[in-house]
T-cell receptor, first 112, second 114 residues
Framework: DAGITQSPRHKVTETGTPVTLRCHQT?????MYWYRQDPGHGLRLIHY???????DKGEVSDGYSVSRSKTEDFLLTLESATSSQTSVYFC???????????FGPGTRLTVT | QQQVKQSPQSLIVQKGGIPIINCAYE??????FPWYQQFPGKGPALLIA?????SEKKEGRFTISFNKSAKQFSLHIMDSQPGDSATYFC?????????????FGKGTKLTVNP
């Protein structure tokens, strides 16, 4: 699992509430990613980070923000959750100098 | 705009059969093509990957065939087993090592019957 943990693993929240998901890695990888997975859509990139305080948008970034104040933690925030953000969220890391990406176990988020 | 098209959506084979999953891409800048395997409730796991300078790569029972001129690549699973039942995703990226933004196909649910 490339030393990746995600928390929480499951969360149910109400529309309009803020939500923060955490991705933690133990192996000092520079690059980290947040994806969402929805039936019929595969995995889609939300945001990614190429270093502390260095982040950029992915394909489906609207409604999401990220922060990376330490190498080991990459946070995904939904400022005001909507039902369309009900999904499974995966964090990934890539090994510096390679193309390989490894995924965490995922967080299942339900917005009611 | 879907940059990687994957087919079929689902596939059922008997044990020992050779399921084939196909992907097509449009962006000629893509230079890395991985396949991921995902079991229910788990994260995707990197299975095998290929670069466009080779036409085929084998790892155990898994083979990627790559056709650069047709902009297509496929995954073959030899001697498939019930334990191979999972969802498979192809992906593609273009970039220098370490900052890849993977674009995924929509996935193929494979069922291998005993």
């Amino acid at each position: 699992d490339a030393g990746i943990t995600q928390s929480p693993r499951h969360k149910v929240t109400e529309t309009g509430t803020p939500v923060t998901l955490r991705c933690h890695q133990t192996e000092n990888h520079r690059y980290m990613y947040w994806y969402r997975q929805d039936p019929g859509h595969g995995l889609r990139l939300i945001h990614y980070s190429y270093g502390v305080k260095d982040t950029d948008k992915g394909e489906v970034s609207d409604g999401y923000s990220v922060s990376r104040s330490k190498t080991e933690d990459f946070l995904l925030t939904l400022e005001s959750a909507t039902s369309s953000q009900t999904s499974v969220y995966f964090c990934a890391i890539s090994l510096t100098g390679t193309y390989e990406q490894y995924f965490g176990p995922g967080t299942r988020l339900t917005v009611t | 705009q879907q940059q990687v098209k994957q087919s079929p959506q689902s596939l059922i084979v008997q044990k020992g059969g050779i399921p084939i999953i196909n992907c097509a891409y449009e962006n000629t800048a893509f230079d890395y093509f991985p396949w991921y395997q995902q079991f229910p409730g788990k994260g995707p796991a990197l299975l095998i990957a290929i670069r466009p300078d080779v036409s085929e790569k084998k790892e155990g029972r898994f083979t990627i065939s790559f056709n650069k001129s047709a902009k297509q690549f496929s995954l073959h699973i030899m001697d498939s087993q019930p334990g191979d039942s999972a969802t498979y995703f192809c992906a593609a990226s273009a970039g220098r090592g370490g900052s890849e933004k993977l674009v995924f196909g929509k996935g193929t649910k494979l069922t291998v019957n005993p």
